[in-house]
Nanobody
Framework: QVQLVESGGGLVQAGGSLRLSCAAS????????MGWFRQAPGKEREFAAG????????YYSDSVKGRFTISRDNAKNTVYLQMNSLRPEDTAVYYC????????????????WGQGTQVTVSS
């Protein structure tokens, strides 16, 4: 498995922006598809965005499409989630995930998870 560490969470007002980062180690990062998931209080964890190993394919949930952008820098072993036009309903713990299969990222069944970073959007 690959080890994942998220950063960049925090408190932001509605309409604001945040950029999350996820640093990977332990395996060849460019072999892995990556994803961002989130879990709001009292709710199940849900898929937010995914990216293929070389970045040529991205996939978003309907709830974040057009506002969030996932990207990766394989030279830095890092994946990012740029979050714009944030809403109170985006408040959640955000998790980074990795899997050798992009399909498993899309189906929310990745092999490796980070510990999560809290994002809180105030109204």
């Amino acid at each position: 498995q690959v080890q994942l560490v998220e950063s960049g969470g925090g408190l932001v007002q509605a309409g604001g922006s945040l950029r999350l980062s996820c640093a990977a180690s332990g395996r060849t990062f460019s072999d892995y598809a990556m994803g961002w998931f989130r879990q709001a209080p009292g709710k199940e964890r849900e898929f937010a965005a995914g990216i293929s190993w070389n970045g040529d394919r991205t996939y978003y949930s309907d709830s974040v499409k057009g506002r969030f952008t996932i990207s990766r820098d394989n030279a830095k072993n890092t994946v990012y989630l740029q979050m714009n036009s944030l809403r109170p309903e985006d408040t959640a713990v955000y998790y980074c995930a990795a899997d050798l299969s992009f399909v498993r990222i899309q189906s929310a069944k990745p092999d490796s998870w980070g510990q999560g970073t809290q994002v809180t959007v105030s109204s």
